[in-house]
């Protein structure tokens, strides 16, 4: 959903919306830091389908997309990314 | 040198990138992934940007160690920087990680643009150094 248009630092974007995802406009993002320090939030939600619907509606010309928090898998769930391959 | 931040609470290893379209830029966090072959983005990301399957140069189909996983296609990426390093109009995959993304995923950093850099991990200290 969309959000107020305040600048937030990450500490409280951390606690405002953990676990959603969310799209942050006006933000500061040093390049060697893993997470952004500030940032205006745009939209956010908790579902990615309703992120990207989200992200797609007047998209701005700079933004930031970013998870929120720790994720989190159902028990006995193991993501195996490698040995993928691509063919034409 | 450059050293860049990894975050050992997550359950697979992120780095930061930069990317741009025909419509501006994002910042997005992409998996490090030495074993996808191509640089991957989820769909919806990219169009953001202003990208469309109308740009596919290839249909592609993912495969894993577990058979086919999904059909997507690939398009020339205008530009990316990640780990310090620029990247002009370099082939992507485009895929809906329509699983993958609900746990926090927008794309895989492929072995396609890995192998470009010297780097070294120092896990315990949670640093990808760049040289």
């Known amino acids: 959903m969309p959000s107020i248009y305040k600048k937030l630092s990450w500490e409280e974007i951390k606690q405002r919306f953990d676990r959603e995802w969310v799209e942050l406009v006006d933000y500061e993002w040093e390049d060697t830091k893993l997470y952004p320090s500030s940032g205006v939030v745009r939209v956010h939600a908790k579902n990615r389908k309703e992120f990207d619907r989200l992200i797609l509606q007047n998209p701005p010309e700079d933004s930031a997309l970013v998870f929120v928090g720790k994720r989190k898998r159902p028990e006995n769930v193991v993501l195996n990314l490698n040995l993928r391959r691509q063919t034409p | 040198m450059q050293t860049f931040e990894i975050d050992r609470t997550q359950d697979i290893p992120l780095v930061t990138s930069r990317i741009y379209g025909p419509r501006g830029t994002r910042r997005v966090q992409l998996v490090f992934d ?81 192998r470009e850099f010297h780097l070294e991990m120092n896990g315990p200290r949670s640093e990808l150094i760049i040289y």
């Open chain 2, 34 to 114: 030495t074993g996808a072959a191509k640089t991957q983005f989820h769909t919806p990301v990219l169009e953001s940007l202003g990208y469309s399957a109308s740009q596919a140069i290839h249909m592609l189909s993912m495969s894993g160690p577990a058979g086919p996983l999904q059909e997507g296609y690939s398009l020339v990426l205008e530009h990316i920087r990640v780990l310090g390093k620029n990247f002009n109009e370099i082939e992507v995959g485009v895929f809906d990680f329509d699983f993958l993304s609900e746990d926090g995923i927008d794309g895989l950093l492929g072995f396609d643009l890995i």
